[in-house]
Antibody
Framework: EVHLEESGGGLVQPGGSMRLSCTFS????????MHWVRQAPGKGLVWVSRVSPDGRSADYADFVKGRFTASRDNAKNTLSLQMNSLRVEDTAVYYC?????????WGQGLLVTVPS | QSALAQPASVSGSPGQSIAISCTGS?????????VFWYQQYPGKVPKLMIFEGTKRPSGVSDRFSGSKSGNTATLTISGLQPEDEADYYC??????????FGTGTKVTVL
């Protein structure tokens, strides 16, 4: 079964940093653009970032640009999201996802809480 | 960039058809074939229902269909069933090489 296993998450103080990881079980994911999507409690889905299949390029939503860095290591089947200068409004469940492919798969989601 | 505009709620009776609109701009929906629709139940992971504007992934009921005209995409659910009651989100690739989701629509089956 195709699987995305996320790790990291938890409570972090404003201004702090946190790293999320996503391990993919299927080698074909190394050929896919991989994305991060978040959802604040009770709110809608929001696109955060994507990383190219070879890991050489990444794109970001304006509200995380300069604070978040997405990367991947295909040799370790791992996608990462380094989040710095965290704000209260970054509180959300973060999902890694192979967005938009017909065989799209989502991770289980990780709650990141930045308390006020 | 703000979210794509969707109606907050849409309702229908079992067996009816409903349509959910998703309005963007010439910088996203209007210029991209990469428009997606998601279904999400409370507390659950979203599920892809439509990709590339009109295509259904394997296993998705043919009661779900997608279309696009100009800067607006539409998800139509025909033969509405109780299990269709969920939140629905559109998503589009943009000219800035980012993606943008819609505001979300709660579908209620009366």
């Amino acid at each position: 079964e195709v699987h995305l296993e996320e790790s990291g998450g938890g409570l972090v103080q404003p201004g702090g940093s946190m790293r999320l990881s996503c391990t993919f079980s299927q080698l074909t994911f190394s050929h896919y653009w991989m994305h991060w999507v978040r959802q604040a409690p009770g709110k809608g889905l929001v696109w955060v970032s994507r990383v190219s299949p070879d890991g050489r390029s990444a794109d970001y939503a304006d509200f995380v640009k300069g604070r978040f860095t997405a990367s991947r290591d295909n040799a370790k089947n791992t996608l990462s999201l380094q989040m710095n200068s965290l704000r209260v409004e970054d509180t959300a469940v973060y999902y890694c996802v192979s967005l938009g492919y017909s065989d799209e798969v989502w991770g289980q989601g990780l709650l990141v809480t930045v308390p006020s | 960039q703000s979210a794509l505009a969707q109606p907050a709620s849409v309702s229908g009776s079992p067996g009816q058809s409903i349509a959910i609109s998703c309005t963007g701009s010439s910088s996203d929906i209007g210029s991209s074939i990469f428009v997606f629709w998601y279904q999400q139940y409370p507390g659950k992971v979203p599920k892809l229902m439509i990709f590339e504007g009109t295509k259904r992934p394997s296993g998705v009921s043919d009661r779900f269909s997608g279309s696009k005209s100009g800067n607006t995409a539409t998800l139509t659910i025909s033969g509405l069933q109780p299990e269709d009651e969920a939140d629905y989100y559109c998503c589009s690739f943009t000219e800035s090489y980012t993606h943008i989701f819609g505001t979300g629509t709660k579908v209620t089956v009366l």
